[in-house]
């Protein structure tokens, strides 16, 4: 089946401490996104990628760092220097590049929980 | 700046009734928009898409979303409520030129029996 496989669902982290997500995705997209979800905030653009080895941050972008070495992966660590890093965090793909004549279609990753101690 | 509000944060309906889920865009040539629904600690599925083509647009579950470009308007409906819809719901849009969605800050429908 073609998805994006998150992991891990649930985490927690000691202050101090940096963590990684794992975003994979099978669908030959191009473009994939991180995502942070506070209750009642809707959703935050940390990251995104739209090609391979080329990334550019979003509206919370401080505080966070990622890569693009292969097109299948797209990995988020949260870094010591995120204030308040516990939320929800989502991954997600576009077949191309959003705003570029293509439909905008998200395909999102079932998410990681990240609970800081 | 591209925009989107949804106008209610909670909706409650009774299982069997009708379900409205309001949301106003702020005003550009060329919008995409897009409801995506999530449940419980999952990630988002998309619901419906309008993409310039027919104004009254149908999804999945028996959802539909209509176009209003003078009201700058792009409510969910659902003639008849489900248990299996409470759930949160996102209002999406897309500009042409511009790289990213912008998302509305979820409405959170409530079904009761």
């Avoid at chain 1, 739209?50 to 660590?77: C, H, M, W």
């Avoid at chain 2, 959802?63 to 700058?72: D, V």
């Amino acid at each position: 089946d073609g998805g994006i496989t998150q992991s891990p669902k649930y985490l927690f982290r000691k202050e101090g401490q940096n963590v990684t997500l794992s975003c994979e995705q099978n669908l030959n997209h191009d473009a994939m996104y991180w995502y942070r979800q506070d209750p009642g905030q809707g959703l935050r653009l940390i990251y995104y990628s739209q090609i391979v080895n080329d990334f550019q941050k979003g509206d919370i972008a401080e505080g966070y760092s990622v890569s693009r070495e292969k097109k299948e992966s797209f990995p988020l660590t949260v870094t010591s220097a995120q204030k308040n890093p516990t939320a929800f965090y989502l991954c997600a793909s576009s077949i191309g590049k959003i705003g570029g004549g293509d439909t905008g279609e998200l395909f999102f990753g079932e998410g990681s929980r990240l609970t800081v101690l | 700046a591209q925009s989107v509000t949804q106008l209610d944060s909670h909706v409650s309906v009774s299982e069997g009734t009708p379900v409205l889920l309001r949301c106003n865009y702020s005003s550009s040539y060329s919008p995409s928009l897009f409801w995506y629904v999530q449940h419980p600690n999952k990630g988002l599925q998309l619901l419906l898409k309008y993409t310039s083509a027919a104004t009254l647009v149908k999804g999945i579950n028996g959802f539909e979303a209509e176009f209003k470009k003078s009201e700058t308007s792009f409510h969910l409906t659902k003639p008849s409520a489900h248990m299996s819809d409470a759930a949160e719901y996102f209002c999406v849009v897309s500009y042409s030129g511009y790289s990213t969605l912008t998302f509305g800050k979820g409405t959170m429908l409530l079904v009761s029996p």
